[in-house]
């Protein structure tokens, strides 16, 4: 969620500076950012559930596996 | 002397514009900052919508139109959906309806809705306004149509490539989870199967998923 915090802040950016300087390209950027954001968190989502499936609990330093 | 109300009626459209940019702004950066500091994600995520709400109304002044709306119903209606959802889903369980009790206590619901009354309260003054007088660099959907599938249709392919691959990676991490309990019960029968001590010929020993 702080991602999709970030990603926007990038894409306001983005479309003020579009904005500024009268372009388009700015909201197009917008656009390219939005699919990423669509895609990372369906990505991210299903990660979440496969955890929790594995492990039934969402604690990060519970399911931590690795010897090191 | 004709054109004199009507500069000063542009100034101060342009002053009201500025003004609601900042206080959408501000309801923005608000919403964030409440949105970060939550304990709990429910809390968290109303905030959140509120907040992506807020830079929608922004881009609005803007006079990004298209942005507006792209960002209230993918952001807002969409991928807060989809965080909504898999939350409620984690949280089957025994005391979920206890938990889900204590989200929607009354309390909580005043902060999103005082920061989205604000918002709605700007909608409603600028549409009321004549919408020729959204922003100075107003860029309408056409062009950006226009620039998207002109200069930037490789960038148009790339990003579909990127969705097609996050479609298929989201299918297949959780396509894992009804596998589960297919690996469960053929765990189950070894487990019944080897108490016979028979030397039976178990189905689909040579799985991997057995030694686990």
Known sequence: MSLEVMLNAAGLAFVVAGSRWHQADGQVMFVFILAMAAAEVAVGLALVLQIYHRFKCLDVDAISEMRG | MNPRPSTCIRYFREANM??????????AVIATILMLTRLNLVHALLYMIVSLLAVAVDFFVL????AAALEAIVYAGAIMVLFLFVVMMLNIGRQAAQTERQWLAPGIWAGPVILSSILIVEVVYLTRGSSAGLGTGATGPKEVGIALFGPYIVGVELASMLLLAGLVGAYHLGLRKTE???IQHDTDTHE?????????????????????
């Open chain 2, 18 to 27: 500025e003004l609601t940019f900042y206080i959408s702004g501000a309801v």
């Open chain 2, 63 to 66: 006079g990004a139109a298209f």
């Open chain 2, 180 to 182: 589960k309990p297919e």
């Open chain 2, 192 to 212: 019944g199967r080897a108490d016979t001590g028979g030397d039976l010929v178990l189905a689909g020993a040579d799985r991997s998923a057995r030694t686990t």
